[in-house]
Structure formats: structure tokens, C-alpha cells
């Protein structure tokens, strides 16, 4: 099992920043890919970013290209994502997901373990 818990998302008004946080306990972090969805009421998951394990690939849902930026630190075991530029339109409760494996992955059906989730908010 690889616990996972977001944190970090809360109320911002249109244009504002957030940082989720993802820490992650496993054996080998480091080797996971690992991305963020999210899912706003009435809506399928969505990809929003991902990124590899050892070479930290990152790739983007083109609604957040420009807007948000995935990183991580493995000596942490933790996974971010910068939200900047915020929309109301972004709203939904964020997920952080990883895979056994090193590659980031778009598809929700790819991930292994999954976080409780983290809700964000944008008023206008």
C-alpha cells in the first residue's frame, strides 16, 4: 500500500494561487509516476497533471497548461502541484494518484493508489 493524503486546497477568489501538497509512504517513491486529477460535482475524473518517476517528466491537461506546474521531491516523498491563475471553472476536489510504475499517466484506470481527495474552491 502506499498511503497517500492531499492537502492544501481551500477557498481563493478568481486569479489567486494555491499549492497542494501530496506526501506519499512507500518503498520506492521515487519509481512511481505519479498525477493529479480532479472532479468537479456532476463530472467525470479528470486529468490535470502528471508527472514520471526518476526523470520527473511532466505533462499537462490543456485546460492548466501555463497555469499549473507539477513537481515533486523524492527525498520528501512529496508531490505538488502550484496552481496559479485560478478560475472558477477549476473547481472540484483534487486527487493525487500514483502508479507502480515510472511513466505519468493521463488515465485514471492506470493509477494504483488514490488520495482522499482535497477540495478547491474559486469564487468570482
Known amino acids: 500500500q502506499v498511503p497517500l493524503v492531499e492537502s492544501g486546497g481551500g477557498l481563493v477568489q478568481d486569479g489567486a494561487s494555491l499549492r497542494l501538497s501530496c506526501s506519499a509512504s512507500g518503498r520506492t517513491f521515487t519509481n512511481y509516476g505519479m498525477a493529479w486529477f480532479r472532479q468537479a460535482a456532476g463530472e467525470e475524473r479528470e486529468f490535470v497533471a502528471g508527472?514520471?518517476?526518476?526523470?520527473?517528466?511532466?505533462r499537462y491537461a490543456d485546460s492548466v497548461k501555463g497555469r499549473f506546474t507539477s513537481s515533486r521531491d523524492n527525498a520528501k516523498d512529496t508531490l505538488y502541484l502550484h496552481m496559479n491563475s485560478l478560475k472558477p471553472e477549476d473547481k472540484a476536489v483534487y486527487y493525487c494518484a500514483a502508479r507502480t510504475a515510472p511513466g505519468a499517466t493521463m488515465f485514471a484506470s492506470d493509477s494504483d493508489y488514490w488520495g482522499q481527495g482535497t477540495q478547491v474552491t474559486v469564487s468570482s
Open positions: 508527472i514520471g518517476g526518476v526523470w520527473s517528466k511532466t
